[in-house]
């Protein structure tokens, strides 16, 4: 099996803007692919909003320096990806935890100290990490002064249809028994 730290990439293109300069909007309309995505504004939101739908979970616990906002940012006509928005504020984390649902982030501002398994890796604005089923992952925030901010694509819509509702057993603030 492939390390999931060595598919630890910075996005890169053939034309367009540097990694450092993409954002959501950049990688939503296919500049990467050198394509851009014929669209309708109205009825196919390609972007993320800047006001989340709602914020699917959150954690701030001082003690053991934990920060962070999970937000919902639906697309529309998506079944199976879930993405996500998370927010962890300086020098903090999230919570080391573990889930049925594949992970993959994009750091989108920022730098991150991402832990996989046993493995530590620094990503910076346009690196990418995917983590696996079931692996213990944890996010630091690498920097004292600057927000983190990383786009998680999931695929939770997809494996809570098969396993029900298991993501309340994954999380240290419900004292999940799966938490780690």
Known sequence: ???PLALVTPLSCASGPSPQRLGVEALSQGICSGTARRQTPATVPWTIA??????RYANHDAKRGIDFTVENHPFQGLS???PRVVRIAPGACNEKHRHAHESLFVVIEGE????IGDQRQILRAGAM???PRWVVHQTRNASAHQPLVMLAITD????????G???SRTRLRHNGEDAA
């Open 165 to 167: 509702d298991y993501d």
């Open 156 to 163: 939770f819509g997809l494996t809570s249809a098969v396993l």
């Open 129 to 131: 990490a995917c983590v």
């Open 80 to 82: 199976v990806l879930d």
């Open 50 to 55: 800047a006001e989340p739908e709602a914020v």
């Open 1 to 3: 099996m492939m390390s």
């Open 112 to 115: 991150a100290e991402l832990q």
